[in-house]
């Protein structure tokens, strides 16, 4: 009785230390996954806008509710413009995961941390003077001139310009830093000369400005030229009276250039969130408008960043095919079960292929120390002449009832029998010389 419980308790003994080593193993694999892998995607991103009235502006604010049907908080951090927002997203204790960016403010080389997730419109720089005050671009050095705040786009890519065309020149002319809203309402005032502003179409400032009668909207000079010089630059046609036309506002057709805004993100930003920012890209700016035709943007085009993998991804087949069919949550969910039924299965298979062949070693060793005592025994034996005393035999004894207590599967019964056997024949041959 007291045998067959000593059995009973080995081998829940075994049963114990097998579960919780493969316990340990899940365990380890799992924390692995979510601590490498990431696999849950935050609840809130913050995203850098340029301020009131610019399409950037507005654009965030469709992308905010597009996120919320998700479950994500899209937080509005103000910014004064593309140049400030590149030096949020570069740093990575800011806070700032996303931000709309106008080529030519960054580089692959500058931004090593930052990627792009396509092209969303065309963000002209627009020039608007008083009058006819402005015919040619060197009437620009004797201009009360707004060219944008610091920190701005427009301020960045407007000094850019003047300088190649040997414009800017502080003792002749005024540069002042104006945000567009007040370069519009002053230029309407005649309180400044002359404008330059880089938005979009759509903008509310731009818009006020091709209203006005006060103020008139200037071609670029030499457009091809900046084309050729700035490979990021467009070159676009604004027509006649588009503004209005019963007023015929532009009079004529009126030529810009212009950089394509790009979705940029920093590239450790959670794949699920890129994914959500694209769709909610592809709501915001597939639509037909001025300087781009139905399905123009968003685009898979890298001009100054590298495209995120994903969003290459995303060009050629859309989202996942989880986020495609569930809500977003419930893909996470199963995405994040995945992340760890894999690897799990991963290495559970390998494991339950080489299971038996473990166990079968594991048990044959617990026999085989009783073999290695017994063949001591036996090398002692030979060792001495004649039978080697009671000592002996009581040792043997004692290896015998330890072999006979041993609790092995049916499987590895007739190796212990053999063992049981082999200490008889031991015992024999010791028991030899008392008998002569």
Do not use: C
Not at 36 to 57: D, K, W, Y
Not at 192 to 221: G, M, N, Y
């Amino acid at each position: 009785m007291m045998d067959l419980q000593r059995k009973k308790r080995s081998s829940r003994l075994y049963a114990v230390v097998t579960a919780v080593l493969l316990a340990g193993l899940a365990g380890g694999v799992i924390w692995l996954a979510f601590s490498i892998l990431q696999p849950t995607p935050p609840r809130s991103v913050a995203m850098a806008v340029e301020p009131e009235g610019s399409f950037n502006s507005e654009a965030a604010k469709h992308y905010r509710e597009i996120l919320a049907r998700s479950g994500i908080e899209l937080k509005l951090v103000p910014s004064t413009g593309a140049v400030e927002s590149v030096a949020r997203l570069n740093d990575a204790k800011s806070g700032i995961n996303v931000a709309i960016i106008p080529s030519g403010i960054t580089s692959e080389k500058a931004s090593p941390q930052l990627v792009s997730l396509g092209t969303l419109y065309y963000e002209p720089l627009w020039l608007f003077s008083r009058g006819g005050l402005v015919q040619r671009h060197e009437q620009l050095r004797t201009q009360r001139l707004s060219v944008g705040p610091e920190g701005s786009a427009g301020r960045a890519l407007s000094l850019e310009f003047l300088a190649r065309v040997g414009i800017i020149d502080q003792r002749s002319g005024t540069l002042l830093a104006l945000t567009p809203a007040e370069a519009a309402q002053k230029l309407q005032r005649g309180d400044i000369d002359t404008a330059i502003l880089l938005d979009a179409w759509e903008s509310r400032d731009v818009q006020q400005l091709l209203a006005s009668e006060e103020v008139e909207l200037k071609s670029i000079r030499r457009a091809d030229a900046f084309v050729a010089l700035y490979p990021y630059l467009n070159k676009l046609v604004l027509p006649a009276g588009v503004a209005n036309m019963a007023e015929n506002r532009p009079p004529e057709d009126v030529l810009l250039v212009a950089p394509k805004a790009s979705l940029v993100v920093r590239s450790d930003l959670h794949p699920a969130i890129q994914y959500l920012l694209l769709e909610a890209a592809l709501e915001v700016h597939s639509e037909p408008g001025m300087f781009r035709s139905a399905g123009q943007f968003p685009a898979a085009e890298s001009i100054d960043l590298p495209l995120s993998r994903y969003a290459r991804q995303f060009y050629k087949s859309g989202s996942p095919f989880l986020q495609r069919h569930l809500p977003f949550w419930l893909a996470v969910l199963v995405e994040q079960m995945l992340v760890v039924v894999i690897p799990l299965f991963g290495l559970l298979y390998p494991l339950s292929r080489f299971a038996p062949a473990i166990y079968g070693w594991f048990e044959r060793r617990r026999v085989y120390k009783l073999y290695t005592e017994l063949k001591e025994l036996e090398d002692e034996l030979a060792a001495v002449s004649g039978a080697t005393g009671q000592g002996f035999s009581q040792r043997l004894d004692e290896l015998e009832e330890r072999a006979s207590n041993l609790s092995v599967p049916a499987a590895f019964k007739p190796l212990l029998y053999a063992l049981r056997l082999h200490i008889g024949m031991v015992r024999e041959q010791n028991q030899k010389p008392s008998a002569h």
